[in-house]
């Protein structure tokens, strides 16, 4: 059974950090590109973020308002991605979804809230 677990979310005043993790399960991890990606309600879902897969060194790309702020990595071994954010906004408020993506399959975890508010 294919799992993305998130964690990490929660209440941070402007300008702190936090870490999301996403932990994969039932499926080949390594092989699969990581993105996060956030939504607002009454708002798409977009990209925040994004790691990809496979046995070359992976590459990643940023949605430009988390430029600078973000980082994502990734954990082969521990089948984990991570989201740092730094110098976090209140337009960063938004629930935070992982996906794992590898040809046709695509997999969602089950969001984690984020709110930054003084």
């Known amino acids: 059974q294919v799992q993305l677990v998130e964690s990490g979310g929660g209440l941070v005043q402007p300008g702190g950090s936090l870490k999301l993790s996403c932990t994969g399960s039932?499926?080949?991890?390594?092989?699969?590109?990581m993105s996060w990606h956030r939504q607002v309600p009454g708002k798409e879902r977009e990209l925040v973020a994004s790691?990809?897969?496979?046995?070359?060194?992976?590459?990643?790309d940023y949605l430009d308002s988390v430029k600078g702020r973000f980082t994502v990595s990734r954990d082969n071994d521990k089948k984990t991605a991570y989201l740092q954010m730094n110098s976090l906004k209140p337009s960063d408020t938004a629930v935070y979804y992982c996906?794992?993506?590898?040809?046709?399959?695509?997999?969602w975890g089950q969001g984690t809230q984020v709110t930054v508010s003084s």
């Open positions: 790691i990809t897969g496979g046995l070359a060194d992976a590459d990643t």
């Open positions: 039932g499926f080949t991890f390594s092989r699969y590109g």
């Open positions: 996906n794992a993506k590898w040809l046709a399959n695509n997999y």
